[in-house]
């Protein structure tokens, strides 16, 4: 696996954040923004998927306080923020089945922000960019997209 801390792109690439990175990055009150453009110098455009939404929306409602507080904060800031949420248009048996689907389906570059160790592995094996987060602040990218990648 090759981790480069920076990667520069042409055309714009497709971020898709999973449930575990939106979490993760709100619970240690990390601008997920800011660090992505840290990260890749050129266009970006954040979004998740559909799948996603509505686990932040179960979690919410059905899960301990802190963890409800945070998919609550969540679902806010992908309003506020106006992230994209995408169709996954897939039908899966679960988010990160839906989110491999969906990755293999774009015909963009296209890169999936997760911290799911499992996901980022099934990623990584199909040749898919996994940005992910390090200890304290910045993210990483398992593999570099170029702009003429699909």
Do not use: C, W
């Not at 988010?95 to 890169?111: M, Q, R, V, W, Y």
């Not at 199909?126 to 593999?143: A, E, F, N, Q, T």
């Amino acid at each position: 696996m090759i981790r480069i801390k920076q990667m520069k792109t042409g055309r714009s690439l497709t971020v898709l954040l999973d449930t575990s990175f939106l979490l993760m990055m709100l619970e240690q009150r990390r601008d997920i923004d800011e660090e992505l453009q840290d990260l890749i110098q050129g266009p970006v455009r954040v979004a998740t998927l559909d799948r996603v939404e509505r686990e932040l929306q179960r979690l919410g409602r059905t899960r301990s306080s802190k963890t409800g507080g945070l998919a609550n904060a969540a679902l806010e800031l992908l309003k506020s923020r106006k992230y994209s949420i995408l169709p996954s248009g897939i039908e899966a048996s679960d988010t990160d089945a839906a989110i491999l689907s969906f990755s293999l389906a774009k015909n963009e570059p296209l890169a999936i922000a997760t911290v799911d160790r499992k996901l980022r592995a099934a990623l990584a094996r199909l040749g898919l960019s996994v940005i992910y987060p390090m200890r304290r602040r910045g993210l990483l990218i398992s593999h570099k997209v170029s702009p003429s990648s699909t």
